[in-house]
């Protein structure tokens, strides 16, 4: 539809023009734009330019041409559209000439925008100084596009206005949200403190934290060395700088936890598995930072973390337990399938099944015996809780003890693959493909341990799986290749752009907000490898 538009639109100007010029020539759109009287058809004629596939180099001075001497800033505007399509080093002075600082209509605003973005297209460092300016614009969308650029192109200069910005109480929060991104890219180990203390600062409601968060990921060590330090609670300025913002110093705790797992920081172990006997007399707080704690270790496969979580799995909350589980069906081995067992007997129904998702998630045919006993059991289970809890949300106690003994044996096709596959991963490769998206969870974290580089572009093949939690199991799989094997990494990295499109496409989904937060660190690993 838009060649079609874009043939329909040339056809008009050719018929309106009268001319037999080349319109392949800067000379006949010089001739054509003359034609045009209003500021907005001479926009439209450079647009039409834009889609004509004729675009190129020799086009330049028509283009430099138009932001001298136009005093239309909608034709100037479109003129900078063009130009950022030829992303061209020589336009970066018309460009800086054109720009408009004192501008208070929206005409002239959109031009600053327009033009800030067109150097930050062609991304040269000549660019700069203007660039720079603009982030004092009047305009917020044209000091956002200023913000891109310079983290675009890693403007190490840019890092001291771009901190005052990001913690600018009176900037609109979207314009700190962006400074902090750009932080991020640039990657100075000068934004640390301003990035760490962004974790938990709120402003009209609006947290900062998933920006600052993935910014410090990006800093890597620097963030690193100050995330540890906090969780050792050696980082006395912020620890100040928190009691006097009425910060609970616990919230610290648990994201630099949750940020020093993503980090793989390996000095942090430690810290966390003391972590996970944190005591407050506030149990929200207690189980914020115990759960953070074991989803770090986790991440980093903390062989000293299996004990301490398989003493936690009895946990009567069924949230809890399911962090405590999950962290343990990461992290591997049988040594947990004991008190996974026991927990699998315990507590109400959603407590029961997370501790059993991570019984069949660890084990094998050995625990199908297991699995048979837990689904005779079941029925009695539910017809007590059904009658402790006076029948309220139970419906038919029958009929949903026979529920749960179908979801026990759907939890079992697991144990089932586990009993054919053993330690091939040859055979858990090809259970990626399975109708359950349970087995295809514990064949995408089976395969990861196998340390086999051959195999990640299976998994990389399934990261536009539907459902979010096996999403997260193939990036997890898909995080420890690219770790242990180099060769995987390499791999890996011919698979960015498709990646980085998905995020894109992803951006507004709210389904998968915490699986592509994953991806997107993956994503960001393997473009740090790259460079």
Known sequence: MSRLLAATSLALVLLLSGCKVDPTSPDYWEKTLGKARRAQDKARVLETLRSSGHLNASF??????????????????????ALADLKNPASVEPLGNAVDL???????NQLNKELASALGEIGDRKAVPVLMKLLKARDNYTRIEAVEALGQMRVKEAVEPLMALATDEGAEPFLNKKAIEALGRIGDARAVPVLMRMLTKERRGMSFYVESSFSLFQLGQPASDALLAV???KDTELSSWAQRNDINPASYSFKAAQLLGD?????????????????????????????????????MRSAAAVKPLAALVS??????????????????????LPALEKAAGLGHWYAREAALEALTMLGDARELPVLE????????????????????????PEALGKKRVETIARHGKRLEAAKACGT?????????????????????????????????????ARMTEKDPDTRMALILGT?????????AAALARSALPTLEKQLSEEKSSTEYVRANEDLRRLVARLQQQKT
Request: glycine share 10%; proline share 3%.
């Open 60 to 81: 330049l001075p028509f283009l430099h041409g138009q932001l001298a001497s136009n005093e239309k800033p909608e034709v100037k505007a479109a003129a900078a559209r």
């Open 102 to 108: 004192t501008a208070t209509d929206s005409d002239g």
């Open 231 to 233: 969780l050792e609670g």
């Open 263 to 299: 980090l793989r920081e390996r000095r942090a172990e430690a810290a966390l598995v003391k972590q996970l006997e944190f005591k407050h007399e506030d149990p929200r707080i207690q189980a914020i930072v115990r759960t953070r704690a074991a989803d770090a270790l986790a991440r």
């Open 315 to 336: 946990e009567p909350d069924a949230g809890v337990r399911g962090e405590y589980t999950y962290a343990l069906a990461r992290l591997g081995g049988r040594d947990a």
């Open 373 to 396: 006993k837990l689904a005779a059991a079941e029925p009695a289970k539910t017809a007590a809780e059904c009658e402790a809890l006076g029948g309220e949300g139970c419906g038919n």
């Open 424 to 460: 091939d991963t040859g055979c858990w490769v090809k259970k990626l493909e399975d109708a359950d998206k349970g087995v295809v969870a514990r064949a995408a974290l089976e395969v990861g341990r196998g340390k086999a580089a051959a195999h990640v572009g299976a998994l990389l």
């Open 479 to 487: 995080e420890w290749l690219v770790e242990d094997a180099k060769d």
